[in-house]
């Protein structure tokens, strides 16, 4: 049983959900306010058999599959390589780092990143996004054999971040948060259980104006989504289509110092520490500018599972 691709979609003044083949959309009867309304009232078989009028992909708005009620939780330096250009040590860090984002930043594949005026350094973040199948209220064993009971399907993230706001100030959920630092989409790809070996299997690709910065597997992930939805439902509830960022690999524009260079810098005033690391962040051409055009792909390898492709360009803020 193939995995289906999801979009949702605007079209004469109404908001549908509909099942997208080769870029032609046939609407899904009913009307489902939030992603976790749409998987709980649809399945793969059902979806699998869908048969109608066909839109082409052109003809829509498409929206965000992941709606703003539904919680936003991150995964932070979950590849190896990245954590070491993040300045961790991989060998030393033996946890899992969980955060989220503010919902108002959730928006279609498609639009346009803002860059706050007072932000300086505006980086990049692709990552494969886990979306919710059923309610957790308690302490869950997650596996790699029950997983498909926990994750309905997968969609593109991007992380966007402000990092003179996240690093000095300490604040991840501040300088993540800004509108129009998640895009979401453009496709949901639900997933049966015969298709949950994808979730170690998954190209990543981001470019920046056409040039590769980011590509890697999920195949890296250091800490994956079975034992991460464990520990998490030791901590908090999560609900049908909840969101699930699972990290970043290596290529980000953010540069920081060795572990060891940071335990010098650690002996220094705070203020002087701090701008020692803005000069640094200066020369780095990588940040995002206006009139910059990112792409983000998520793909296997047989094509079987295409989340679509994400296009922002940055715009400076009115």
Known sequence: MPAVHIVRFEYQDAVHWGVIRQNLITPIPGNFATTGEFIGQNSI???????????????????????????????GANYRQHMIESGMDPDAKNFNMIFTKATSCLVA????????????????????????????????????????????????????????????????????????????GPYLCLLGPQDMHYLKALQLRLTVNGQVRQSDSTANLVYGPAETLTELSSVQDLAPGDLLATGTPAGCALSVPSPGKQRIAALLPEAAKWKMFLKVQEKRSQYLKPGDQVEAHIRSTDGLIDLGVQRNRVVGER
């Open 45 to 75: 078989d059902d979806l699998l058999q869908l048969k109608g009028v066909e839109l082409a992909e052109n003809e829509v708005k498409l929206l965000s599959p992941v709606t703003r009620n539904q919680q936003f939780v991150c995964q």
């Open 109 to 184: 594949a498609d639009s346009d990143l803002i860059k706050p005026r007072n932000v300086r350094f505006l980086d990049y973040e692709i990552e494969l996004g886990l979306v919710m199948k059923r309610a957790i209220t308690g302490p869950v064993s997650v596996t790699d054999d029950n997983l498909h009971e926990f994750v309905a399907g997968v969609v593109i993230v991007n992380d966007y971040s402000a990092r003179d706001i996240q690093i000095p100030q300490m604040q991840f959920y501040k300088g993540k948060s800004f509108r129009t630092f998640g895009p979401v």
